[in-house]
């Protein structure tokens, strides 16, 4: 007998194989579509249609629905952003950064500044604006300008940075970081809206007297001001009446933010348009009556002051040097001759 041997398991059927399973599942699934009725067919292809055009349609109604939010941004009666507002800032910052003032190249971070410039203005109320806004931006943003160099303007802008092109080492406040950023453009945002207002922006006439970029505009020239050390001075418009003007961000702002314990003299030129215009004059226009009251305002801070009537082609480009290069040492003269008032 043999013991040793296990009887033989009995035969196992081994079935259908998954791939034959699955040919015969698509066949049935065929002949299942085949089967139906054309009536049948023609419902489920309405069905799909249906879906496709309701997925399109629901597409359709989210599109205009984001179009329609845009346009619901509130309507001013100013200009609105600047197209390509945040483009434009890094680049001017990294201009002035990079190859204007590349001293301050490694002291400045224009990413981080141009974010605190949008988080100041986005998602707010344009008419809301407050200096705390700006506050982040200014501190990002400061920058020291050496003693004797701070130049202030009124109603002489063109003229003003027509002169700094020959003296660069000048600065109005249009020849910061921060001025050189922003002169020039227009910005707000919306409080319902993450986005910049393209549309329009408030007007200080017609919406609101401190608009954002109002707000922006005082809170530099409040710091620009309050920074200026030595022998400042300022360029008024002699053809203007009156010469100098209280509501002007100088006499508004700046004036006011002069540091009695930094600067020492203010220097003003009341500039006419031209050398004709100077010489047929009748009077000084340094014995204007405003430029009587500006003279009062410093001798109450405690700023000594210093006026000199002018031709405006004596700063153009070829001319300029004849004028400034002494500012700084012309009142200390009339210092000497005076017995040491210049009031």
């Known amino acids: 007998m043999d013991h040793g041997l296990r009887p033989a398991d009995p035969a196992v059927d081994p ?3 998954r791939g034959s399973q699955m040919e015969e599942e698509e066949e049935e699934e065929g002949e299942s579509w085949c089967t139906m009725s054309k009536k049948v067919k023609i419902s489920v292809i309405v069905v799909l249609c249906a879906l496709v055009l309701a997925a399109v349609a629901l597409g359709v109604v989210f599109g205009v629905l984001k179009l329609h939010q845009t346009r619901q941004l509130k309507k001013w009666h100013g200009e609105g952003t600047t197209p390509h507002f945040h483009k434009k800032l ?3 910052c990294y201009d002035y950064t990079q190859v204007l ?5 490694s002291a400045k971070d224009c990413q981080k500044i141009v974010e605190a410039f949008m988080d100041a203005v986005l998602s707010k109320d344009p008419c809301r604006s407050t200096e705390e806004d700006y506050e982040p931006l200014m501190k ?3 920058q020291t300008v050496p003693c004797d160099k701070t130049l202030f303007w009124s109603g002489t802008g063109e003229l003003v940075h027509q002169y700094i092109k020959s003296q660069p080492e000048m600065f109005t406040l249009e020849n910061t970081l921060l001025g050189y950023m922003a002169d020039g453009l227009k910005w707000c945002g919306d409080a319902g809206s993450s986005e910049m207002n393209y549309q329009s922006c408030p007007d200080w006439r017609k919406d609101c007297a401190r608009t954002t970029m109002s707000i922006f505009w005082d809170t530099a020239s409040k710091r620009f001001a309050g920074n200026a050390c030595g022998v400042v001075q300022v360029m008024l418009n002699a053809s203007r009446s009156p010469i100098f ?5 100088f006499g508004r702002v700046e004036i006011h933010n002069l540091n009695p314990g930094k600067v020492s003299i203010l220097q003003a030129s009341v500039v006419h348009n031209s050398e004709e215009e100077k010489s047929h004059s009748s009077w000084d ?4 009556s405003s430029i009587k009251h500006l003279k009062l305002i410093l001798h109450r801070r405690g700023i000594k002051f210093t006026c000199q009537s002018t031709s405006s082609s004596r700063f153009l480009p070829g001319k300029a040097t004849a004028i400034l290069p002494c500012a700084g040492i012309f009142p200390w003269v009339l210092m000497l001759i005076w017995g040491g008032d210049l009031w």
């Open 15 to 17: 079935g259908p194989s």
């Open 90 to 92: 890094l680049k001017r």
């Open 101 to 105: 003032k590349p001293e301050l190249r």
């Open 140 to 142: 990002l943003t400061d």
């Open 245 to 249: 003007n209280e509501n002007s961000t």
């Open 285 to 288: 226009s340094c014995e204007d």
